[in-house]
């Protein structure tokens, strides 16, 4: 094995992927302003604003996932200098987007009542109801930008939804600041305020994308008469066919990950917290995966545009190896600093809460070991699930991912999480398990489609 062959494409990945990484820890960023802003205001208000965000983020994740269609299919096309393909992808997708944007919309308002299922705080309700309409408002044009996004990101622009993120957080905090505390002529609206801000944000995304993009010469004929005439019932079917398994394989990951979050409130108030606790620096470091799972998606579907299928296993290969190497770095550096890292997430000087706290900095410890397994799992499940999607491989993996979080590892983080002593350590060894599952049968389908697309292509 020839290890350079792998490692000359690292400065290229890290190239496309950067961009990417830094517009997903944006999107991170936009709701962690909220709930330092929010949080000023009181824990009700700060629980509300949790629960409300829970709900938004799984309808997030169904139109984030589905929208990654529109990749593979302009990569491919970039690749074979099709322009009329890529108009098309490109025009279909967005059309798709904004009517899922929408449906989304629709869905997560009529799904309120689920908050009085769930058994939350009456107080926590009241206050989480209007501040949830208007953020599932904000996921049209969410997902509106995601397909002006994936447009870019097949033809290798991933700075362009870089620039709109940083942009998007600017307005955001201003507007936040304006409309939560009631600063200057702007009445003082509390969470309501909170969400106005990421409505604002989001909408001021889409069309910073839109004006952005329109100007560059060389997309200029993508832009150029739009008319209902050209929506073709193929090419919708084609990103249907792509884009509903992606957003399913995203869906299972998501509900895990919230299941998981209910696991451990079952278990009690301090092993919530550690959770809480150990979950944001996972996603911190998941972000870096995510990013290279992008350029996995591009290179992949570019060098299936040109058929050149040894070459796209070598530059998927270095993505692969790239992603361990970043997330085992992550890994020694959550269990060196594991005791290190939670209390910076408390008030450690509290009195009253003292004891709950060092609580919850013992389980978040703990919970951090197992992070540091877990990440390198669940950064081998991305980066190959994004090399699939270049593809156009969907449907298996859709069935592989179902099987490996809610088949392996969720039975496993309840078992765990109820009936043992592990308790919140249990809840996590269970992802470990879905997520290592997951990397392992992902790669081997990978595997298998290569091989047989290289001997297809030279029999």
């Not at 073709?232 to 992606?246: A, C, M, N, R, Y």
């Not at 299936?304 to 550096?333: H, P, T």
């Amino acid at each position: 094995m020839n290890f350079s062959q792998y490692t000359k494409e690292f400065r290229y990945n890290m190239q496309l992927a950067y961009p990417v990484i830094l517009g997903m820890v944006g999107h991170t960023l936009i709701g962690i302003v909220d709930n330092i802003m929010v949080g000023k205001l009181g824990s009700t208000e700060l629980a509300a604003v949790s629960l409300g965000n829970s709900m938004i983020f799984v309808a997030m994740s169904i139109g984030i996932g589905f929208s990654t269609a529109i990749t593979p299919i302009v990569g491919e096309a970039d690749a074979e200098k099709d322009s009329s393909k890529i108009r098309s992808a490109f025009h279909h997708g967005l059309f798709l987007c904004t009517i899922l944007g929408v449906l989304l919309f629709g869905l997560v308002v009529l799904a309120k009542p689920i908050m009085e299922l769930l058994h939350q705080p009456k107080e926590v309700i009241v206050l989480a109801k209007p501040y949830l309409t208007w953020v599932a408002f904000s996921l049209v044009p969410l997902i509106m930008y995601q397909g002006y996004k994936q447009f870019a990101d097949g033809l290798s622009m991933t700075k362009y939804s870089m620039y709109a993120i940083v942009m998007a957080n600017i307005i955001h905090v201003i507007i936040n600041y304006w409309l939560i505390y009631g600063i200057w002529i702007f009445p003082k609206m509390g969470i309501i305020g909170a969400a106005l801000g990421t409505v604002i944000s989001r909408i001021a995304m889409v069309v910073f994308m839109h004006v952005i993009l329109s100007k560059q010469q060389q997309l200029k004929t993508y832009f150029k008469g739009f008319s209902f005439d050209e929506i073709k019932k193929e090419t919708i079917k084609k990103i249907v066919d792509l884009g509903f398994p992606s957003a399913m394989q995203m869906l299972f990951e998501v509900v895990l990950f919230t299941a998981a979050i209910w696991l451990c409130g079952n278990i009690g108030k301090t092993s919530q917290a550690a959770n809480q606790i150990a979950l944001s620096l996972a996603s911190m470091t998941f972000m870096f995966a995510m990013g290279l799972s992008v350029v996995s998606m591009i290179r992949v579907s570019n060098q299936k545009g040109v058929q050149d299928y040894k070459n796209l296993v070598i530059i998927a290969r270095s993505i692969f190896l790239l992603a361990i190497l970043i997330e085992i770095l992550f890994a020694i550096l959550f269990v060196v600093f594991h005791q290190i890292l939670p209390p910076l997430f408390l008030d450690m000087n509290n009195e009253m809460q003292l004891l709950d706290n060092q609580e919850v900095v013992t389980i978040a410890a703990k919970l951090l070991l197992v992070a540091a397994v877990f990440q390198i799992s669940d950064g081998i499940q991305v980066v190959v699930l994004g090399a699939l999607r270049g593809l156009q491989d969907v449907k298996i993996p859709m069935y592989i991912t179902f099987v490996a979080y809610w088949v392996i590892g969720f039975p496993i983080s309840y078992y765990l999480g109820e009936y043992t002593e592990l308790k919140a350590v249990g809840v996590w060894i269970g992802l470990l398990a879905g997520l290592t599952a997951a990397a392992l049968f992902l790669y081997i389908r990978f595997h298998f489609l290569t091989r047989k697309l290289i001997a297809e292509h030279h029999s």
